[in-house]
């Protein structure tokens, strides 16, 4: 009786020091990640950046020499001028339509007309419409007063929105300057990165779910964002050059809207009835339309092209991907989303492929 007594005792002891290893493990991660979780989404961030710009600094590296730092500070530079150019713009269009807007309320005051009769035909809500465009005609302080609650709760909101869209730009700047760190080092990460992967998915498949990853976040930069960044461009430049008002809000609307998937005819048809109403019908609003119109349908063309080049993925894997990530995760899942679901397709499959060999009769 006395070995199995001893045997049990080692056999609990055993037991009791890989439980309290692994409980001092999972404390070691917790700690770790509470102290990692507030710098989470800028290190996200600049791993995506690093892994999308990291082709075009290899294509830089023998023109300029072997020197992936000046190369990888080059890169950020021209990037963050390339981002200031549409802030600028912005900036100066919002500025310039609150400008407008305060001097015709100092000259002219502001004038609302009366509803017309049409309004208040309208089923459900042409009575409700009428009344408060009625009142808004006659008595706008009154009006102004009586809903000051919510006009003050939606003012806050769209504040706090504005806030938030200018620390995700300077989010972003300081994303592109870690991600030229990361890029100053691109053969190390690389190696680092394919260790990991099969580290944890095994030798023979860990280089393949590295390259199917970096793949991923390239084909999602290329096929989402950077069609929202061209076709934002191409209309914008299109309003800027007609001089319709706000155009650098609603160039941003558009690039919000390319990388949301949404079409972005629900920018350009408003403009072009616009330009049509207060122009009339010319050569040059004939010529703007139909511009703006085939602009605003280019990702139709070139989404095919690059959504998932290079992937061994099917395109509507990576665009479900992108397309649940930002519904569950926001802009930062847009990228996350397809390496998930890509991830997934592929050790799916390689387990529906990897059958057992059956034995012959």
Known sequence: MLPNSLSEKTWTRELLDVLIRAGLIVVLVLFCFDIFSPFRDLMLWSVILAITLYPLQRKLLGPM?????????????????????????????????????????????????????????????????????????????????????????????LLGKLAGVGMGFLTFIFALII???FMAHGEAGSRAAVQIASRVSGPARGPDIAALCTATIRAVALGVVGIAFIQMLLVGLGFVFKGIPGAGLLALAVLLLGIMQLPVTLITIPVIAYVFATEGASTATIVFSIYVFVAGLVDNVLKPLLLGRGVDVPMPVVLIGALGGMVTSGIIGLFIGPVVLALGYQLFWQWVLDRPTEATQ
């Open 65 to 157: 020499g072997q020197k992936e730092g000046r190369v990888a500070t080059l890169i950020v530079l021209v990037a963050i001028v390339i981002l200031m150019v549409p802030i600028y713009l912005l900036g100066t269009s919002i500025a310039d339509s609150v400008e407008s807007t305060m001097a015709v309320v100092r000259e002219e005051g502001v004038h609302i007309p009366a509803p017309p009769d049409s309004v208040t035909q309208l089923p459900l809500i042409g009575k409700p419409i009428s009344a408060i465009w009625l009142q808004a005609s006659t008595d706008l302080p009154g009006l102004t007063a009586k809903y000051i609650p919510q006009i003050k709760g939606v003012s806050l909101t």
């Open 179 to 181: 991600a030229g760190i």
